[in-house]
């Protein structure tokens, strides 16, 4: 069973650019979520993608996007970068049904924003 | 006032020591407790998982859930040098959405 994978490890970008982050959830997870994850923080939830559908959002504006595709892996997207948005994103993946499951977290993307 | 509370730290013990972290929270729907384990750049890693209130063992790790007083508490016992890390508390309804709710974060040092 291969656990939550996501890519770059690294980034670095100027603000005002646009960024794309991925994720592979681990083998037989349906629902993959994505947090920000401020230095000395806590993750805060962005949304959750659940069979290609979005499936709940926190409080981030509209220029966080994402996708989820057919084999539930995912893609986050930032637009108009600014220099805020400086964090660990994580992807987490997990088994949705009548009840979600528990969540399984990758080892996140760094973006810095410069 | 942040839905989950959690104090930073950080926090020091010697190896062997038993170790009492705890988070306090705001919103009574939370039903589901978890928590992660992080090491230094890395992802967050499950711990202990309960549902509604209770103990729950495993291994060294003890994780407690007190409703009634929207408390919850992870123990470590005979703690190493290896459970350095920051420890995550994290919470959630039974909502479909399934997002988690996170504290700040306890740093812990073992020192041996």
């Known amino acids: 069973e291969t656990g939550v994978t996501q890519s770059p490890t690294h980034l670095i970008k100027t603000r005002g650019q646009q960024v794309t982050l991925r994720c592979s959830s681990q083998s037989g997870h349906n629902t993959v979520s994505w947090y920000q994850q401020a230095l000395g923080q806590g993750p805060q939830f962005i949304f959750q993608y659940y069979r290609e559908e979005e499936n709940g959002r926190g409080n981030f504006p509209p220029r966080f996007s994402g996708l989820q595709f057919p084999n539930y892996s995912s893609e986050l997207n930032v637009n108009a970068l600014e220099l805020d948005d400086s964090a660990l994103y994580l992807c987490a993946s997990s088994f949705g049904g009548l009840v979600q499951e528990t969540q399984y977290f990758g080892p996140g993307t760094r973006l810095l924003v410069l | 006032q942040k839905e989950v509370e959690q104090d930073p730290g950080p926090l020091s013990v010697p190896e062997g020591a038993i170790v009492s972290l705890n988070c306090t929270y705001s919103?009574?729907?939370?039903?589901?407790f978890m928590w992660y384990r992080q090491y230094s750049r890395k992802g967050p890693e499950l711990l202990m998982y309960?549902?509604?209130?209770g103990n729950k063992e495993d291994g060294r790790f003890t994780a407690q859930v007190d409703k009634s007083s929207k408390y919850i508490s992870l123990f470590i016992r005979d703690s190493q040098p290896s459970d350095s890390a920051t420890y995550l508390c994290a919470m959630r309804d039974q909502t479909g959405a399934n997002n988690l709710f996170f504290g700040t974060g306890t740093r812990l040092t073992v020192i041996p």
């Open positions: 919103n009574s729907a939370f039903q589901y």
């Open positions: 309960t549902y509604s209130s």
